[in-house]
């Protein structure tokens, strides 16, 4: 296991479940296209399903020998307020993949800090030969340690808004909240609208054809600034 805390300042802990329902960060923040979207949310567990690929102008290079990451797949359910168990598959290109667990756990401080914890291990390949393997889930590690670091980095500049103005790839936020409320009421104060089975799926066709469209002129000013020099 590798397994860091931090203490995020100036925001609520709500702001981490929000992610739980956020599509577009995926391109902006983590640097992938999420080609299925869908969240879950029944009882006290809400649930993202999501898969997506690598952008092209921010892919990293493989390092020799090393297979080249494809896309992924994960699935990520809040169990309760604050606790997270995220199983996530990495595929390469020569064929194999990498399974992952990262679990997230917070608890308030304050109403803007709270105490962030998370823990990553990774299956070792069983293809490869032992050294292979082992560089292969380190690097695996420290991708999704870097991924979730970029989200805590958002953390820290996101202030607790009640009732913030959304567009329909936003996702279900009032729905979310909705659900995370039952954790800051009474028992006899749940209403069958935080419990109640609620499924969404949100169609990304129209966001990728716009990002690729992003993607394919940042390539294009990359390899003009190349030939130029």
Request: charged residues 25%.
């Amino acid at each position: 296991w590798i397994w860091k805390k931090y203490l995020v300042k100036g925001s609520n802990c709500r702001e981490i479940v929000d992610n739980v329902v956020d599509m577009a960060h995926f391109f902006y923040v983590h640097f992938s296209f999420p080609t299925y979207f869908k969240n879950v949310l029944e009882g006290h567990v809400a649930t993202q399903y999501q898969r997506g690929s690598g952008r092209e102008d921010v892919r990293p290079p493989a390092k020799p020998g090393e297979p080249t990451l494809l896309t992924n797949e994960s699935a990520a359910s809040y169990h309760g307020p604050s606790f997270m168990i995220d199983e996530l598959v990495y595929h390469y290109d020569d064929g194999s993949s990498i399974e992952n667990v990262l679990i997230n756990c917070h608890y308030p401080v304050t109403p803007t800090s709270f105490v962030l914890q998370y823990g990553i291990i990774v299956k070792k390949a069983a293809h490869l030969p032992g050294d292979r393997a082992e560089r292969l889930a380190q690097a695996s590690a420290d991708h999704i340690g870097k991924g979730f670091e970029q989200d805590i980095a958002i953390w820290r500049n996101k202030t607790r808004i009640d009732n913030p103005l959304l567009c329909e790839e936003d996702g279900p936020v009032y729905q979310l909240r909705r659900w995370y409320e039952q954790f800051y009421v009474d028992v006899a104060d749940v209403t069958p609208e935080m419990t109640n089975r609620f499924e969404f799926e949100l169609d990304t066709t129209r966001p990728i054809e716009v990002w690729k469209q992003e993607v394919a002129a940042n390539l294009a000013a990359r390899s003009a600034a190349t030939a130029s020099v």
